[in-house]
């Protein structure tokens, strides 16, 4: 398994600003990757981060306001920025182990954006 | 582009019966994903699904895989008042990410 933690938790904020979402992982992982679940939806992927390269958007989402890092294997930054109220969400990071490919997901950070 | 459907949306459930979540996807994969998810909380992996006709139990959940018909089973036998929470279907896609299915939210009345 992988032992995930995400900070902050949560982080109310204002409109115009910029949160950074940090993630780290108790192992080497290969892949990480961000997804937001908005109120009451389901989860949709931002991107995938893998150390060394570029993230990789996943349509709808764009590096200039979700800007990622992945320095480490066991380490991922997400940036929000210039939020607005429609930014709020929970935003997950996750990371893929083990033989069978399992997924792992962190706690979440909740964002609300006023 | 892969789509993933689950159904029914919302599942009421009495104590003691059994039901059947039912997640439908719309391309090949060889990997199936179910979570759970309490409110307020992220999400549990409860199965991984790898191949036709796997079939996996822990407790009361049961789930089946038709890589075939692309479809799913999540099976509840005997409903108890702790398994009330969301449950999410998800299919492995190109590139190793996940897409995932509406949700089926589940409650338990006794």
């Known amino acids: 398994s992988a032992v995930i933690s995400q900070k902050p938790s949560r982080d109310i904020c204002q409109r115009g600003t910029s949160l950074t979402i940090q993630c780290q992982v108790d192992?080497?992982?290969?892949?990480m990757f961000w997804y937001r679940q908005q109120p009451g939806q389901s989860l949709t992927l931002i991107a995938t981060?893998?150390?060394?390269?570029?993230?990789?958007?996943e349509s709808g989402f764009v590096i200039d306001k979700f800007p990622i890092s992945r320095p480490n294997l066991t380490f991922s930054t997400l940036t929000v920025s210039n939020m607005s109220p429609e930014d709020s969400s929970i935003y997950l990071c996750?990371?893929?182990?083990?033989?069978?490919?399992?997924?792992?997901f962190g706690p979440g950070t909740r964002l609300t954006v006023t | 582009e892969l789509k993933v459907e689950q159904n029914p949306l919302f599942l009421s459930m009495q104590e003691g019966k059994n039901y059947t979540i039912y997640c439908n996807y719309s391309?090949?994969?060889?990997?199936l994903y179910w979570y759970r998810q309490d409110p307020g909380k992220s999400l549990e992996s409860l199965f991984v699904?790898?191949?036709?006709?796997a079939v996996k139990q822990e407790g009361r959940l049961m789930a089946s895989l038709d890589t075939k018909a692309r479809l799913s089973t999540l099976h509840i036998t005997a409903a108890v008042h702790d398994l009330s929470a969301t449950y999410f279907c998800?299919?492995?896609?190109?590139?190793?990410?996940?897409?995932f299915g509406g949700g089926t939210r589940v409650l338990v009345k006794p």
């Open positions: 996750s990371v893929e182990k083990g033989l069978g490919n399992e997924q792992y």
């Open positions: 192992s080497q992982v290969t892949m």
């Open positions: 981060a893998n150390q060394g390269s570029e993230a990789t958007y």
């Open positions: 391309t090949t994969s060889d990997r």
């Open positions: 699904l790898l191949s036709n006709g």
């Open positions: 998800a299919v492995k896609a190109a590139g190793n990410k996940l897409t």
